[in-house]
């Protein structure tokens, strides 16, 4: 079938909200069934020569029912072109292929809200293409489309490299907020933006109106873009799928003792709620989440009026929720006495599978760990790691990565990274990250001139 055609046919079809707001989308199998199949017996029966005006008429005749379930019917088979309906992008690999490396995993689909609304300004046209909430943190993944000229992509000229996003849809109103975003080109005049917003002190609601601004900011020589959406959405099965354990217990970190409020997860990961511990991230130290035997690490810290968290995006709420044990870790700075400079030890090392004999790492401190197990398998990697009584401490600031071409954002935040101890050796731990078959893989220490330990763990559950 000619992908053209079908695309001037559904580029011409104005769907309104107003005409299926009260149509029941829950369509059963045989119902979409017979829907597909409909409309590729329309769709192939007609002619050239007069598609567009035959097409748009049937879809008109038919617009309630499609309208309903457009998100929900593929009749599409592959292409690489960019798509303007969000259920299109959803059903083709190639598509997801990139909401997956930009942080918006297949795990969210059937609790996405699928919207296709578009705005233009400046030559820009922004699509929001799906969403997810949950009460403290929202994922967004937004078409951006270039209409005049092929897009900068320098940096510092970058219209989608210097986009500021934000979403109204507060139940209960933070004092500070945070987010994160994520970028891929898809061609010279294509993009996908996937951004977060996060209020792990506030409440976003389980329904009703979005509102998104989106807009650019301080290009010296280049025309601002703004844009506004508002539309509806329903969060209710994500909001189902939460959980908030609270805690109220003390744990010192370094040389400060604050106070663990509560742990708050969902399908997008958990916030860990405490008081500051300190001026700057990790001057003290850190924390960590242990459940089951599983060790999470955080992605991010951050600290307002209201209090401060860390985000730990691999502890999920299915994970968090079958646990039997929670305990919290401090990941204690261990010299406070003074900066130690780097030592002459490489803190990048190549991760090969054919060890021949240990891989020594030089601490601060003189002493050192060592490297002694590599595996790599098809979809992750494991490093086993020995430091003494510091290996956890130690592990807690590794990073595991690709080199910098197309890095997948948990190579950033630690999204899959998790710790578990080697029952077959008494100091050994292993960290253990999602990771593709086909890359080569790199170990890191992040603060190299600073000593951690970790501490008694807080017992939660």
Do not use: W
């Not at 829907?35 to 879809?59: A, G, S, W, Y």
């Not at 849809?169 to 898809?186: H, L, P, Q, T």
């Not at 261990?334 to 060890?355: P, R």
């Not at 790599?376 to 003494?388: E, L, P, Q």
Request: aromatic content about 12%; overall charge neutral.
């Amino acid at each position: 079938m000619d992908f053209e055609k079908i695309m001037d046919i559904t580029n011409g079809v104005n769907l309104k909200e107003d005409d299926f707001k009260d149509i029941n989308i829950e369509l059963n199998d045989l119902e979409l069934k017979t829907m597909e199949k409909t409309i590729l017996v329309k769709i192939n029966n007609h002619q050239e020569d007069n598609i567009k005006t035959k097409k748009i008429n049937f879809f008109k005749k038919h617009s309630k029912k499609i309208a309903a379930s457009f998100a929900l019917v593929t009749f599409l088979g592959a292409s690489c072109a960019f798509l303007s309906k969000p259920a299109f992008a959803e059903n083709i690999e190639v598509f997801q292929n990139i909401y997956e490396k930009l942080g918006y995993y297949r795990d969210y689909k059937d609790y996405s809200e699928f919207i296709g609304q578009s705005k233009e300004d400046n030559g820009y046209r922004f699509t929001i293409e799906k969403l997810i909430g949950t009460p403290n943190k929202m994922l967004v993944a937004v078409k951006v489309t270039s209409l005049n000229k092929p897009f900068d992509k320098d940096a510092e000229k970058s219209i989608v490299k210097n986009l500021m996003p934000s979403v109204g849809f507060s139940f209960k109103v933070a004092k500070d907020g945070s987010g994160s975003s994520n970028i891929e080109y898809i061609d010279d005049y294509n993009a996908v933006y996937v951004f977060s917003e996060d209020i792990p002190y506030g409440k976003f609601n389980k329904r009703g109106n979005v509102t998104i601004n989106i807009h650019s900011y301080g290009i010296e020589g280049i025309a601002p873009v703004n844009v506004n959406f508002n539309f509806k959405a329903d969060f209710s099965k994500s909001f189902n799928k939460t959980l908030n354990l609270k805690v109220n217990k003390k744990v010192t970190v370094g040389k400060t003792e604050t106070t663990i409020s509560e742990i708050s997860s969902s399908l997008l990961g958990t916030f860990l709620k405490f008081d500051e511990f300190g001026h700057e991230p990790y001057d003290q130290g850190s924390l960590a989440i242990e459940v089951d035997g599983k060790i999470y690490l955080d992605s991010n810290f951050g600290a307002g009026s209201d209090g401060a968290y860390s985000f730990f995006p691999a502890l999920t709420y299915d994970v968090l929720n079958k646990t039997t044990s929670i305990k919290v870790i401090p990941i204690n700075r261990a010299d406070f006495s003074k900066e130690v400079q780097t030592s002459d030890n490489k803190y990048e090392i190549a991760l090969k599978t054919n060890l021949k004999e240990p891989l020594k790492i030089t601490n601060i401190s003189g002493a050192y760990g060592e490297i002694y197990k590599i595996e790599h398998t098809a979809d992750k990697i494991r490093v086993y790691y020995d430091a003494g009584d510091k290996t956890l401490g130690e592990l807690s600031l590794a990073r595991i990565y690709s080199h910098y071409k197309n890095p997948m954002p948990e190579e950033y935040n630690n999204s899959t990274t998790i710790i578990v101890k080697d029952e077959n050796r008494k100091n050994g731990y292993y960290i253990e990250q999602k990771a593709k078959p086909d890359k080569e893989y790199f170990f890191s220490r992040s603060y190299p001139s600073v000593a951690y330990k970790a501490g008694d763990p807080l017992i939660v559950k």
